[in-house]
């Protein structure tokens, strides 16, 4: 079965970094948008990064421009997110997701179909 699995969330002080890791076993999404979204208890999943197959363009929503970067490594079947400056509103449950169509690029939790389990950030003020 196809599976995503996120690791690399804990704790952090606000000012700090963490890096997300999400791995995919039972396919390959070589060809395939990949992103991260965030959700907090209580309220809708939100985007936060998109990258396309070939990490040509990325997507950034704008709360994190500017302090997370999304890539990839096809060789791995991975896609990670570098978060820096945390603030104590980044804290949520972090989703890796893997769209089906070849090509493009979304920000909407609707264009994707495969998601891995998340990952808890929390960070103190």
């Known amino acids: 079965q196809v599976r995503l699995v996120e690791s690399g969330g804990g704790l952090v002080q606000a000012g700090g970094s963490l890096r997300l890791s999400c791995e995919a076993t039972?396919?390959?999404?070589?060809?395939?948008?990949m992103a991260w979204f965030r959700q907090v208890a209580g309220k809708e999943r939100m985007f936060v990064a998109a990258?396309?197959?070939?990490?040509?363009?990325?997507l950034y929503a704008d709360s994190v421009k500017g302090r997370f970067t999304i890539s990839r490594e096809h060789a791995k079947n991975a896609v990670y997110l570098q978060m820096n400056s945390l603030k104590p509103e980044d804290a949520a449950v972090y989703y890796c997701?893997?769209?089906?169509?070849?090509?493009?690029?979304?920000?909407?939790?609707?264009?994707?179909?495969?998601w891995g389990q998340g990952t808890q950030v929390t960070v103190s003020s």
């Open positions: 990258i396309n197959w070939n990490a040509a363009s990325t």
């Open positions: 997701a893997a769209a089906t169509p070849i090509g493009g690029i979304y920000s909407n939790t609707n264009d994707y179909y495969y």
């Open positions: 039972g396919r390959t999404f070589h060809n395939n948008a």
